[in-house]
């Protein structure tokens, strides 16, 4: 045991210092935090759905629940239900065990709702395609108002596609 605990004061810390981020990652951030509010005039709820996804995509839409995004800090919310969200975030190929259970999310989401579907299994079936356990890409499924390629898309890509679907919204349907 003294020969672990003096090798470990001998080494010191071996990890690297942690990264500091871009200012510009922060300053596209901040842009589109300020653009969505802008748009909207309220606070954005989203409800996320994991319709038969490997989870790499949900990873990253955890991370803009972190310090560094702070979505929530600018009134962009994850809520538990369709009733309460305007903005629906699927990821993965749509199973066929999650297909009803989609139409009914995307039923229960009030008028105006907005669909983004994300990563590439969301946006083409990715790798898996149609077949007899996939209905293949979200759009297959339900109306998508944008989409977010990538194999897991970064967190600032997300949010990117989450501005699209904000900006592509008629402007009579932004006065609730």
């Known amino acids: 045991m003294w020969h672990?605990?003096?090798?470990?004061?001998?080494?010191?810390?071996?990890?690297e210092p942690a990264p500091q981020p871009a200012d510009a990652d922060s300053a596209?951030?901040?842009?589109?935090?300020?653009?969505?509010?802008?748009i909207?005039?309220?606070?954005?709820?989203?409800?996320?759905?994991?319709?038969g996804s490997c989870n790499g995509c949900e990873l990253e839409?955890?991370?803009l629940?972190?310090?560094?995004?702070?979505?929530?800090?600018?009134?962009?919310k994850?809520?538990?239900?369709?009733?309460?969200?305007?903005?629906?975030l699927v990821t993965g190929p749509v199973s066929r065990h999650?297909?009803?259970?989609?139409?009914?999310?995307?039923?229960?989401?009030p008028?105006?709702?907005l669909v983004v579907a994300v990563g590439d299994c969301g946006c083409t079936g990715g790798i898996f395609g149609e077949s007899y356990a996939s209905r293949g890409r979200v759009s297959n499924v339900i109306p998508v108002d944008a989409i977010v390629p990538g194999c897991p898309p970064p967190p600032l890509e997300i949010l990117r596609g989450i501005l699209g679907a904000v900006r592509k919204r008629p402007a009579a349907q932004h006065d609730r």
């Open 28 to 38: 596209a951030v901040q842009r589109i935090h300020q653009d969505i509010l802008d």
């Open 40 to 51: 909207l005039g309220q606070a954005l709820t989203i409800r996320q759905v994991d319709a």
């Open 78 to 88: 994850f809520v538990a239900s369709p009733r309460h969200a305007d903005m629906l």
């Open 111 to 113: 008028q105006p709702k």
């Open 4 to 15: 672990v605990l003096k090798q470990i004061v001998r080494t010191g810390i071996v990890t």
């Open 98 to 109: 999650m297909e009803e259970a989609l139409r009914r999310t995307y039923d229960a989401t």
């Open 65 to 76: 629940d972190n310090p560094y995004y702070n979505i929530e800090g600018l009134g962009i």
């Open 61 to 63: 839409i955890h991370a």
